[in-house]
């Protein structure tokens, strides 16, 4: 900062008072429109934060969203409705809370799995889509132990329980090993279902492919039989999906934890 010696005075500026690098900086004041917008932002601010925030009398956008979603869906789930509702806290809240009291038995506090598979790792046995969690919540597997929900609790109960399941999908606590398919979101059009994969590709065992990325494979090796390691087909036949030949042996990585 430089003090002028002989102050100029500039034509629109007004007085110059310093020179920093060349810029020439005055001291004028600002217009009292422009005032009062800054401080109608800061009175805006303390009421948006008491509102939405502080007393939550007023719910955020995707809240909103979620729950005028839920008025008009007329009790039909839809996936857009699953999505909405697992980024609204309070859905989520409303699933968690239900869920300690009806699955943690047999999914554990924080879904790592017990006598039900692990709900955070990326491999679901009944496939892991808002809609087809949804599904397995609702109906149960009854032959496998996994009660069904939509009798006893209802359907927006289940939402909610799907909203908090979403919540904790693939946050990968350590706990029941892997079991099913490794599911990789929108990895197949039909939502990922690998339930329907083996009929496309009969010679791939259900355990051994993960279908939602190795579709490519199933379809140029349908023949290999459970033991071969989806990774050598892939390398072996198909070079563009070579890197994600590795991502396909469903039981190495994610064991770790
Ligand atoms: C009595 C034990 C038991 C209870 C209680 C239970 N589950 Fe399960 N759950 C299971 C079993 C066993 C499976 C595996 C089903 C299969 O192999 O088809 C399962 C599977 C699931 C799956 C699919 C997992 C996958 O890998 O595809 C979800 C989601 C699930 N349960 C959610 C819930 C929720 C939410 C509740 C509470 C409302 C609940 N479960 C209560 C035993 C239970």
Redesign the pocket.
């Known amino acids: 900062m430089a003090e002028l010696k002989d102050k100029r005075v500039d034509e629109i500026q007004g007085e110059i008072l310093h020179v920093y690098d060349g810029i020439e900086e005055a001291d004028n004041e600002l217009p009292n429109w422009w005032l009062w917008t800054f401080y109608g932002a800061i009175v805006f601010s303390v009421f948006y934060w008491f509102a939405y925030h502080e007393f939550e009398s007023v719910p955020l956008p995707g809240e909103a969203y979620a729950i005028e979603l839920q008025q008009r869906s007329g009790g039909e789930v839809s996936e857009e409705l699953l999505v909405a509702m697992a980024g609204n806290p309070d859905a989520i809240a409303a699933g968690q809370a239900?869920?300690a009291t009806?699955?943690a038995?047999?999914?554990k506090e924080r879904g790592e799995g017990n006598?039900?598979?692990?709900?955070t790792d990326e491999?679901?046995?009944?496939?892991?889509g808002p809609i087809?969690?949804h599904d397995?919540?609702a109906n149960?597997?009854l032959?496998?132990?996994?009660?069904a929900?939509a009798g006893p609790?209802g359907a927006e109960k289940v939402q909610q329980?799907?909203a908090?399941?979403l919540s904790i999908r693939d946050t990968n606590v350590a706990g029941k090993e892997p079991?099913?398919e490794r599911w990789v979101p929108g990895g197949a059009p039909s939502d990922g279902a690998p339930t329907d994969a083996p009929e496309a590709a009969p010679g791939v065992a259900p355990t051994e492919a993960a279908p939602t990325e190795a579709a490519p494979t199933e379809a140029q090796a349908p023949t290999e039989g459970p033991e071969a390691a989806p990774s050598e087909a892939t390398g072996e036949e198909a070079a563009p999906t070579g890197a994600l030949g590795e991502g396909t042996a469903p039981n190495e990585d994610s064991l770790g934890g």
Do not use: D
């Open positions: 239900l869920y009806n699955c038995i047999c999914h006598i039900g598979p692990n709900l491999f679901w046995i009944r496939g892991g087809q969690i397995t919540i149960g597997s032959q496998a132990g996994m009660p929900w609790l329980l799907t908090f399941v079991q099913g």
